[in-house]
């Protein structure tokens, strides 16, 4: 029988890979653990309780903000920020930063994406939270402030999400290799499920909203079009799969290989997708997983960020594809 690693467990064997960690990294990524399970309790029974649907407020994004985002939001912060562990919080729900309840030890920095692809809580398509830790760039919590949520994604201590799919898993990484865990609702524990993911140097699949054709570059769509040629050779066509759900469409390519793609278009020069708590958690894991993350020019993890919110093109998942995408949006090929 193989071995039951809990997440729990697991955080707690990372940590003898970080010689200068006191334990605190460990206790951090406990706390995402719980809130994750918490906000799972709520996603898998949304159908059922009364609050499915339209909260009938908008986010700083402006988009309609459905209760469930709401919750996921709250849990989160509250459950998380109740131990004084994390300095400062950022999420896509909120417009500036979050001191959490209990702030006063904390010397790292969450920012996270409570409930993405939220537009499919109602057709039960699969959503998923995303998070970031930094550790503070000065000594002092009581003097953190935004320039420590604006740190480059290289600068990275931790990364991870929960997929809320036909079963819930949690992914992360320390920098030491990515690892995945499947929730087990008999025992309420995440079980190590898929230890060490690699993803595939070059995949089958590409992800990108073809519906905007019209707003692509001629440089994307010459990526599209090599990728749905015949060449045995290389594997093409390509087949597409696309579900609008960010972490479900990184997910599947992170496990089976293929590239996700949201470029920059015509009418949206940065693309669609946040850099701080979308692009720079994925790109961790995903070279941890030894894939590639640009945003077509540059690494994600080597952008310097400049505001919570803003946007960045993203060409992530296999290394290979990636590069492909590059050249083609470059005007190498
Ligand atoms: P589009 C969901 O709203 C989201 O933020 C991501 O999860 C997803 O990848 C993307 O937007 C889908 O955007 O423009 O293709 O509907």
Redesign the pocket.
Known sequence: MKKLITIERHFAEEQKLHPQATGELTDLLYDVAFAAKLVRREVVRAGLADILGMAGTTNVQG?EVKKLDLFANEKIINAIGQHGRFALMGSEENEGTIIPPKNENGRYVLLFDPL?????IDVNVS??TIFSIYRLTGDDPRKADIKDCLQKGSEQVAAGYVIYGSSVMMVYTTGHGVHGFTYDPTIGEFLLSHENITIPARGKYYSI?E??RKQLHDSTLAFIGWLKEEDAETGRPYSTR????????FHRNLLTGGV?V?PATKTHRNG??RLMY?ANPLAFICEQAGGRATDGKQRILDIDPSELHQRTPLYIGSRDDVMTAEAFEQGER
């Open positions: 988009e993405d692809g939220s537009s499919n959503v998923g909203n519906g905007s696309y579900i609008g759900s960010l972490v479900a469409d996700f949201y669609k997708l979308e």
